[in-house]
């Protein structure tokens, strides 16, 4: 489930350069395909606003010592995620995306996030969350009120997961929970199309075995009480 959700980011933190789409080129591993889909899809990308201790007076840390919001401006209907993941891998620092359609008859605006650790040289990415598409006139919500830059990361991305965290869980996990529980859903998918056209009574039986399975561990994962844990087991 997506929600609808703008923030109005602070007049203090905006940055307003263009990029161009070659920067991200050089300071990253880009397929020929990756380019091809910046040059179909992108027509402008836009460095809005840098959310920081020198423009918010929120301190940061080694894990979000700072905070981009990058505009992308399509040039059809929406921006590939491989497009994201191309941006997000060339700066070092967590982004929150807005992909804006331009059409004057369709002119619609979406967020989207991938929780970003930052470890040395090399940053781990979740997949994509994102929100419905927003009309231009859209109420935009300020941003959560929050001690520090780690804190305001959490809090504006949180909304945007389809799982609730867990009592004292952090995001990170919050947002493992959300990628699993995506994998299983498309197994449980591929499980059922293949119970259904299997005509052996034995293999049904088991695909059966393995499509309970595999519900079981889907409900696990997306309640919101923590799994039990054998203490007598776990070492």
């Known amino acids: 489930m997506t929600v609808d959700l703008l923030y109005r980011w602070p007049a203090s933190a905006h940055f307003g350069r263009v990029v161009p789409k ?9 397929t020929t395909a990756v380019r091809e889909k910046f040059v ?3 027509q402008r990308i836009t460095w809005a606003y840098k959310l920081a201790d020198s423009t918010i007076h929120l301190r940061g840390s ?15 209907d ?22 804006r359609r331009c059409g004057a008859d369709n002119a619609r605006t979406r967020m989207a996030v991938a929780h970003k650790q930052l470890s040395g040289a090399k940053a781990h990415l979740t997949g994509y969350f994102s929100t419905e598409w927003m009309p231009p006139d859209a109420e935009r919500s300020p941003l959560p009120t929050s001690l520090d830059l780690p804190g305001l990361y959490t809090a504006l991305i949180a909304p945007l997961l389809p799982l609730a965290p867990r009592p004292g869980e952090p995001l990170v996990d919050t947002a493992a929970r959300v990628q699993d529980a995506r994998k299983l859903e ?5 499980l ?4 259904r056209n299997e005509p052996q009574f034995n293999r049904k039986i088991e695909l059966r075995r393995q499509l309970q399975r595999s519900v079981a561990t889907l409900d696990a994962l997306t309640s ?6 054998d203490e007598g087991v776990a070492k």
């Open 62 to 76: 080694d894990d979000v010592p700072e905070i981009q919001v990058f505009v992308l401006d399509a040039k059809d």
């Open 22 to 30: 070659s920067k991200f080129y050089e300071h990253g591993k880009v």
């Open 40 to 42: 179909a899809e992108v």
């Open 186 to 190: 498309r197994e449980i998918s591929t």
């Open 224 to 229: 919101q009480a923590r799994p039990i844990v």
């Open 192 to 195: 059922e199309r293949r119970l």
């Open 78 to 99: 929406d921006v590939s995620d491989s497009v994201l993941i191309a941006i997000d891998k060339a700066v070092q620092f967590p982004i929150i995306f807005e992909v």
